[in-house]
């Protein structure tokens, strides 16, 4: 107990606290001086508690002893009181300080000699407190003579059985610390003899721990069952095909290697397809129409069984065609598409029109897609209207007097890309021009429509027409009207000069009043008749007079009001028009766009929208008038439309407003979606329809001055499909686990819904698009991995469902086994090889040398008996039962000794009378003999095939001179090395 910043009026409390409550509070603490000493007839182990370790009593220093670190379990072997005088009961005195313990001593005589043992210590109170920790675990081995290394193997009758027979599976133990032969088997059925006899009807794995107490082994068996073939239902995924596309064959539960078959006629003949071995075969783009089956082989091969014939149809798809077509803005096209193959189904898109022909107005250029669908065909075309600008005419002209040259100067305006083609002038006279500019002059005066007419490079036309005026020679005159007092005479000076201007023009207004000017207005003080006369002159002296009455009478006041509305609905114009005296007998109301009226009070309806100046003339029964205007805003009404995010049934759809207005903004919206759902206000809401159909969608929406439009769009909502799948029941097991997956997918043939895409994700990086895929999952790591698969399926209307299975595959991880050797090729003389493990993630491993000899020891060496070459195998299983095998060639040559002599004495004596090659001759494969003798000079003299023949030392049967002469021997040996051997030999006479 550890006893820290306590008052110290406490510390007799807490005294009398912790000696009634020792077993609860008192606990041990790490030793202290702790050493562990081996000697030569044991192990000494020395320790001191800690000072904190006070309080209670009595205290041990206690040590375990195990065979194995795994198997301590709080027994105490050995322990020891603290080496205090007088400790003991019942005062058990602690003095709270460093306190050391009676050493421990085990004697070695009390262990097995050669073994190794593991120690811990600890300090632990009595009186049920809480032991101190173990001190770090210390290993030894006790002197002596080791016994033989625990080395278990195994071995079994048959790897591969059919249904109805059986392998007897035993294992061998050897050596061992603990056991001096005592060994324990458990095999994972409860057997526990070294060896079973199992007779299993599926292929099934077999364990078996042997064990000697202290030390343990797992190993692992195997018998592969091999059954009577059985073939499960053939289906094809379509059955009819159109040329270019996929279809997929797919065989239910079966027995057996599977090989799939064609064949042109349900009848045969049968042909195997290369590669096609699995469940699903997908046929890749098929030319023709063929029939399919699979051919199921099992129990090694000698049995065969066939599903039934499925075939399939594969069609030509048709050609389409469709031919560009170009308008002018307003303007109509139509597009229209041509068939190689009659009779099938047309869809327009834009517009769903499902006719060979489609005709619309678009206001900009437009590509139309055409689907032709023709049996399991579909094929796609595409057409455009091209819609070309319109031009808009304008043009300026001056005026000028007889004689002179009037400018018109074009204005057209045309779309970007575009140009004006053709100009044709018509000027009012009978005369025309067809250039873009022009300076006419005309023969005589007057007023002259012209009419410009201009042609686009896309044939669009657009014309105008405006008054051109000429003026003639100097001719006095001007006009004027009777007013009412208070109000302006208009003197209109319209005299006229030919080739001339005129420079003066004198007026008198008949009431003493005179002036210059052109045209001028004038307030009449007094009601009256007065003869206004007006002189003018021209710049080359001519003049001409004019003399016209003018009456002043009392003047009307025009007044009204009007009322703002939104396009379409009639404004209402009210009359309050006054005279002082008399009476006003008309009235005239201009309304801004062409329209008049003379009613005393009117309505009036504007057909477009915008700021119109409207006129009311009001006149006197004397004739006077007098106007008043008023500005009538008439509101543009907003055009609605809108478009969805998507069309899918079950997904959450965004509506977004596509309306507009001319003029002001939308202020409010109204939206009714015809599924029954809740309406909305906001511009762009969402909506999830749950069902799939056309549903009959409404905008309404309102602008900042109240006018109100509203558009309803049937919209299509296309059936969403359910995702799902099925699967095959292996789904846990080594690496690679190969799992079939069944699409078990629906969709509702709505619209003629179906399903196009398939994205299968198996979590391990690996994708498919087939619909029945068979994936094998990998496992090349030391732990087990769990992978969750996910489908995914889109509809042919690009709507999509997803389905998961989380954690549903379990693949063991595969050991890796490889291994090195030493030497790489050794002989006969010296046939010792060094096995060394390379694998990674084994529990354990089994070495078969190839020679009949085998081991579980970890980096073995093996002596071979004999020459030869020889498989070595490694196969190393984990804790998982998962097994990995790996094979390398060693090769044990046999040791060939060749010797050639350097003279010989061909003297007829019996004795070294040939030259030949000497030694193991037996090792040499005689049909890959040759000898060849070359002189000095470098000429052949001798040569054979012949290994048992050689050199007399003669040449055509004339004996050769003592001399030095090149030898040249080659050969292979048994191994199938190759000897080329040269050197020099002495004949001696």
Same mark, same amino acid.
């Given at each position: 107990m550890r006893i820290k910043n306590i008052l110290l009026s406490s510390i007799f409390l807490l005294a009398i606290f912790f000696n009634s409550n020792q077993a609860l509070a008192c606990h041990g603490m790490p030793l202290v001086n702790f050493t562990i000493t081996p000697g030569p007839l044991g192990i000494t182990i020395n320790g001191s508690s800690d000072s904190p370790t006070c309080g209670c009593g009595p205290y041990y220093m206690q040590a375990e002893l195990a065979c194995n670190p795994n198997n301590f379990n709080g027994n105490v072997s050995y322990q020891s009181l603290l080496n205090v005088p007088n400790y003991g009961p019942p005062n058990w005195p602690d003095q709270c300080a460093v306190e050391p313990y009676h050493p421990i001593f085990i004697p070695y005589a009390n262990l097995n000699a050669g073994c190794t043992y593991y120690l811990r210590v600890r300090e632990n109170p009595t009186g049920g407190g809480t032991p101190g920790p173990w001190m770090p675990t210390y290993q030894f081995t006790v002197p002596g003579q080791a016994p033989a290394p625990f080395v278990v193997t195994q071995s079994q009758t048959a790897d591969t059985i059919c249904i109805g027979g059986n392998s007897t599976l035993c294992v061998n133990a050897t050596g061992g610390c603990f056991t001096q032969g005592n060994y324990t088997y458990t095999w994972n059925g409860g057997a526990t003899t070294p060896c079973i006899n199992v007779s299993p009807t599926v292929t099934t794995g077999y364990n078996v721990i042997v064990s000697t107490g202290c030390e343990d082994t797992t190993l692992f068996f195997t018998v592969v069952v091999d059954s009577m073939p059985s073939a499960g239902p053939a289906a094809i995924n379509n059955g009819s095909i159109c040329l270019g596309q996929n279809d997929t064959l797919t065989l239910g539960v079966s027995i057996g290697q599977i090989q799939w078959q064609w064949a042109p006629t349900a009848n045969g003949p049968w042909t195997d397809i290369p590669g096609a071995n699995g469940n699903m075969h997908i046929l890749v783009a098929p030319q023709s129409s063929l029939c399919y089956r699979a051919q199921l082989t099992s129990c090694f091969g000698t049995q065969f069984a066939y599903s039934n014939v499925v075939c399939l149809t594969v069609?030509?798809?048709?050609?389409?065609?469709?031919?560009?077509?170009?308008?002018?803005?307003?303007?109509?096209?139509?597009?229209?598409?041509?068939?190689?193959?009659?009779?099938?189904?047309?869809?327009?898109?834009?517009?769903?029109?499902? $006719?060979?022909?489609?005709?619309?107005?678009?206001?900009?250029?437009?590509?139309? $897609?055409?689907?032709?669908?023709?049996?399991?065909?579909?094929?796609?075309?595409?057409?455009?209207?091209?819609?070309?600008?319109?031009?808009?005419?304008?043009?300026?002209?001056?005026?000028?007097?007889?004689?002179?040259?009037?400018?018109?100067?074009?204005?057209?305006?045309?779309?970007?890309?575009?140009?004006?083609?053709?100009?044709?002038?018509?000027?009012?006279?009978?005369?025309?021009?067809?250039?873009?500019?022009?300076?006419?002059?005309?023969?005589?005066?007057?007023?002259?429509?012209?009419?410009?007419?201009?042609?686009?490079?896309?044939?669009?036309?657009?014309?105008?027409?405006?008054?051109?005026?000429?003026?003639?020679?100097?001719?006095?005159?001007?006009?004027?009207?009777?007013?009412?007092?208070?109000?302006?005479?208009?003197?209109?000076?319209?005299?006229?000069?030919?080739?001339?201007?005129?420079?003066?023009?004198?007026?008198?207004?008949?009431?003493?009043?005179?002036?210059?000017?052109?045209?001028?207005?004038?307030?009449?003080?007094?009601?009256?008749?007065?003869?206004?006369?007006?002189?003018?002159?021209?710049?080359?002296?001519?003049?001409?007079?004019?003399?016209?009455?003018?009456?002043?009478?009392?003047?009307?006041?025009?007044?009204?009001?009007?009322?703002?509305?939104?396009?379409?609905?009639?404004? $209402?114009?009210?009359?309050?028009?006054?005279?002082?005296?008399?009476?006003?007998?008309?009235?005239?109301?201009?309304?801004?766009?062409?329209?008049?009226?003379?009613?005393?009070?009117?309505?009036?309806?504007?057909?477009?929208?915008?700021?119109?100046?409207?006129?009311?003339?009001?006149?006197?029964?004397?004739?006077?008038?007098?106007?008043?205007?008023?500005?009538?805003?008439?509101?543009?009404?907003?055009?609605?439309?809108?478009?969805?995010?998507?069309?899918?049934?079950?997904?959450?759809?965004?509506?977004?407003?596509?309306?507009?207005?001319?003029?002001?903004?939308?202020?409010?919206?109204?939206?009714?979606?015809?599924?029954?759902?809740?309406?909305?206000?906001?511009?762009?809401?969402?909506?999830?329809?749950?069902?799939?159909? $056309?549903?009959?969608?409404?905008?309404?929406?309102?602008?900042?001055?109240?006018?109100?439009?509203?558009?309803?769009?049937?919209?299509?909502?296309?059936?969403?499909?359910?995702?799902?799948?099925?699967?095959?029941?292996?789904?846990?097991?080594?690496?690679?686990?190969?799992?079939?997956?069944?699409?078990?997918?629906?969709?509702?043939?709505?619209?003629?819904?179906?399903?196009?895409?398939y994205k299968w994700t198996f979590n391990d990086g690996e994708l498919s698009a087939a619909k029945n895929p068979v994936h094998c999952f990998t496992n090349r790591s030391k732990d087990r991995k769990i992978f969750t698969v996910e489908l995914e399926v889109v509809s042919d209307y690009g709507c999509k469902s997803y389905y998961i299975v989380k954690d549903l595959v379990d693949v063991y991880p595969q050991p890796i086994a490889e291994f090195t050797f030493d030497p790489a090729v050794s002989t006969i003389l010296n046939p010792l090889f060094h096995f060394k493990n390379h694998s990674h993630y084994e529990s354990s491993l089994s070495w078969d040398f190839g020679d009949g000899n085998s081991t579980n020891i970890e980096n073995p060496k093996h002596t071979y008996g004999d020459t030869g070459t020889y498989n070595v195998t490694l196969v190393v299983k984990n804790d998982w039962g998962c097994a990995d095998t790996v094979v390398y060639k060693v090769v044990v040559k046999p040791d060939v000794i060749y010797y050639i002599p350097n003279s010989f004495t061909p003297n007829g004596d019996g004795i070294n009378d040939v030259f030949n090659l000497k030694g193991r001759l037996e090792l040499i494969q005689p049909e890959t003999f040759k000898m060849k003798i070359y002189d000095r000079w470098g000429e052949l003299i001798f040569e054979t095939n012949d290994i048992a023949a050689g050199w007399n030392g003669t040449v055509n049967n004339k004996k050769v001179e003592t001399e030095v002469y090149v030898y040249v021997f080659s050969f292979k040996d048994k191994t199938d090395e190759s000897h080329n051997l040269k050197g020099t030999v002495t004949v001696v006479r």
């Open positions: 069609t030509p798809p048709p050609t389409v065609t469709v031919a560009d077509k170009y308008i002018c803005e307003t303007k109509s096209g139509t597009l229209e598409a041509v068939v190689s193959t009659p009779g099938g189904t047309y869809n327009w898109i834009p517009g769903n029109i499902t $006719t060979p022909t489609m005709t619309d107005s678009p206001q900009w250029t437009t590509t139309y $897609t055409v689907t032709y669908s023709v049996g399991p065909c579909k094929v796609p075309a595409q057409g455009t209207i091209f819609v070309n600008a319109k031009p808009y005419v304008d043009f300026f002209s001056d005026t000028v007097c007889l004689g002179n040259k009037t400018s018109f100067i074009d204005n057209t305006s045309l779309g970007l890309g575009s140009f004006i083609n053709t100009w044709q002038w018509y000027f009012g006279d009978g005369n025309t021009s067809n250039t873009q500019n022009n300076l006419y002059t005309y023969g005589t005066y007057g007023y002259f429509n012209v009419k410009l007419v201009v042609t686009s490079d896309s044939g669009c036309v657009d014309s105008i027409t405006k008054q051109v005026r000429v003026y003639d020679k100097p001719i006095a005159d001007f006009t004027t009207k009777n007013i009412c007092i208070y109000e302006t005479a208009n003197f209109l000076n319209q005299s006229t000069v030919n080739s001339a201007n005129i420079v003066l023009n004198k007026w008198t207004l008949g009431n003493g009043t005179d002036t210059t000017a052109q045209s001028f207005n004038y307030n009449y003080q007094y009601y009256g008749a007065y003869n206004v006369q007006l002189i003018v002159v021209t710049n080359q002296g001519c003049a001409d007079t004019v003399v016209k009455p003018i009456v002043v009478n009392p003047q009307p006041s025009s007044i009204f009001t009007a009322t703002n509305v939104c396009e379409t609905y009639a404004t $209402t114009f009210q009359n309050y028009s006054i005279i002082p005296q008399g009476g006003i007998t008309g009235w005239l109301w201009y309304y801004g766009n062409g329209g008049s009226s003379n009613a005393f009070n009117d309505s009036y309806t504007y057909n477009t929208w915008g700021n119109y100046k409207v006129t009311l003339i009001a006149i006197s029964d004397s004739g006077c008038k007098d106007t008043s205007e008023v500005y009538v805003d008439v509101f543009p009404k907003p055009v609605p439309d809108f478009s969805l995010s998507t069309t899918c049934q079950n997904d959450t759809i965004l509506f977004n407003d596509l309306s507009t207005i001319g003029s002001g903004t939308i202020s409010s919206w109204y939206w009714n979606f015809g599924d029954g759902s809740p309406t909305s206000s906001q511009t762009n809401p969402k909506n999830i329809f749950y069902t799939s159909g $056309t549903y009959n969608v409404q905008l309404v929406i309102t602008s900042d001055k109240g006018c109100v439009a509203e558009i309803i769009k049937p919209t299509d909502i296309y059936p969403k499909p359910k995702a799902e799948f099925s699967y095959s029941d292996e789904l846990s097991g080594c690496s690679p686990l190969c799992v079939n997956f069944f699409d078990q997918s629906t969709i509702t043939n709505e619209f003629n819904s179906t399903i196009q895409y």
